[in-house]
């Protein structure tokens, strides 16, 4: 979704803004502009497409003076991803520049209702709406006018904005949408978020609904909606500033599939004491935990497999029910809520629109909600009764990897933390699962250890047209994931089947050749699965086995076998999911694809 970034300060803006925009490409867009004001003129450039192409136009943002600044890279909702329609937005004078992200939803009355006052409009943009009525509304007092016109809109925004008769300040504001503002030694900063800026500063506000900044050089003062001065607390963020960069990697999938073995230690590590499982996070809740009748978990795309792996390990560990919905139904259903009932969100971003929605649908109903959270700060985690965070690091990637990784080990923990309030899980169990925990990482290191054997497996199957995978139980969760995985970034038809489903109308599209990969890493279903791969294998299927080691017969039917290492079967689709991410890495990276940016996807979904 679209990136805000904004600077005001003694450097120059434009190479910040730039910077800054870069550090936010993984979020998904197609144009990109900025706006900078050096006190007398306020200049603009925008162009559809590349980042680069606004790099190159305004030569490393020197042909755009000045120190104050706003940068944006726009994810289409409304209108096509023309120059005219890419921010900034001016007023007709252009004395105001707006940068948004969001949807202003009654845009549409308000366009029509400054066009009956004389205004023209130059883009088919909801934002340019809000510029036309920072005009329309300017009182000379820069935070009464956003005021007003915040006062006239629905919907979603995060803003940037620049008044021409301002100079030196930069005005944001926002509502269900990230925005944070960063506090500099040269200057301050405002960004959709943290690694466009991590490089300037580690300070940083998080802006609430409804909430309005205005920064100089040297100050950054906070209001609510109705114009009175608030404080908001300052956080320092942890992450490591290398964290967003590619590290020598060619993809940023690459370097945070390679990261994982070091993300599951920093999700589990400081929730395993002593062979036992605790969340201190959860340390007031002993009562939710042994009461619950039931858990609800929502979220959208990787996580909502990730929850799909939550359900079975929870049910089957800690015998309570679980129902894994995605968060756009869960949100218009009327979901029906009895009694010590949880729902748990699961969220890299924090700041997916449906999952937020469900969050806040759950929580006017009285019902606890738990998010499990990467990014630090975010929306979600503010809105949550309680943020699980997983410890992954920023992920660049539009295709998650770490983050999914850390959201399953969340789930493990969670499962054994729920069996062993409600009886059952004894000490010795509990203890041979976290030592099961602690060896997943090297395990997951092994995986990655082998990748050039998947690599090579992929560039064979590289103009494959339609992928099936296929397990049963958990490793239908997994089929979930490895299917999204390959999809997303490599364009090719891909599908997962619960196993025994299959022959309910599946299997008459294999044919000769069709590539199908089974996850057979579940014993006692382990003869099931064998069974499916022959039903396949029979009607001319290639078959990619991912099992445990020690089923080397499983070659008598498979074509090409990934064999990983020995966990307990609950823990198994942390190690089964690398081979199937490095295989949709290779098939992408192997046809010339930009990984990290698949087309049409953002990488925060912060609109419906
Ligand atoms: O930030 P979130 O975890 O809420 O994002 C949810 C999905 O948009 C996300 O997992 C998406 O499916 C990824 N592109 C999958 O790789």
Known sequence: MCGIVGYTGKNQAAPILLDGLSKLEYRGYDSAGMAVFDGKTLRSEKTPGRLNALVEMTHDGKLLPGTLGIGHTRWATHGKPTRANAHPHFNAAGTVAVVHNGIIENYLDIRQRMEKKGFAFKSDTDTETLAVMLDYYYTGDPVETIIKV??????????????????????????????????????????????????????????????????????????NIDAE????????????????????????????????????????????????????????DADIIKKASKIHIVACGSAYHAGMTGKYVIEGMARI???????????????VYTDDE????????????????????????????WAIVNATGSSMTREADRTLYTFAGPEISVATTKAYSAQIAVFYMLAILFAKERGQLDANEEKSYVEDLKRLPEQVELLLGNKERVQKFANRYISARDVYYIGRGLDYAIALEASLKLKEISYVHAEAYAAGELKHGTISLIEKNTLVTAIVTQEALYDKTISNIVEVKS???????????????IEENADFVVYIPTTNKYFANSLAIIPLQLFAYYVSAGKGYDVDHPRNLAKSVTVE
């Open 539 to 553: 009607r001319g299927a290639f078959v990619m086995a991912v099992t445990n080691v020690g089923h080397s017969e």
């Open 342 to 369: 949880i729902v748990i969100a699961v969220s890299q971003s924090g700041e997916t629109a449906d999952t937020l929605a469900a969050v806040k649908e759950a929580k006017a109903h009285g019902v606890p909600v």
């Open 321 to 335: 029910p679980v129902e894994v919905e995605l968060a756009s139904e869960f949100r218009y259903r009327d979901p």
């Open 150 to 223: 915040l006062h006239r809109v629905t919907g979603s925004y995060a803003l940037g904005i620049i008044f021409a008769d301002h100079p030196g300040e930069l005005y944001a504001a926002r509502k269900d949408s990230p925005l944070i503002v960063g506090k500099g030694k040269d200057g301050n900063y405002i960004a959709s978020d943290v690694p466009a800026i991590l490089k300037y500063t580690r300070d940083v506000y998080y802006i609430e609904n409804e909430e309005i900044a205005k920064i100089t050089e040297k100050d950054i003062v906070f209001f």
């Open 229 to 284: 001065e608030i404080k908001p607390e300052l956080h320092t963020v942890e992450w490591d500033v290398n964290a967003a960069d590619k590290g020598g990697y060619e993809f940023y999938m690459m370097k945070e599939m390679s990261e994982q073995p070091k993300v599951l230690r920093n999700t589990c590590e400081p929730r395993m004491k002593k062979g036992s499982i605790a969340f201190e996070e959860l340390s007031k």
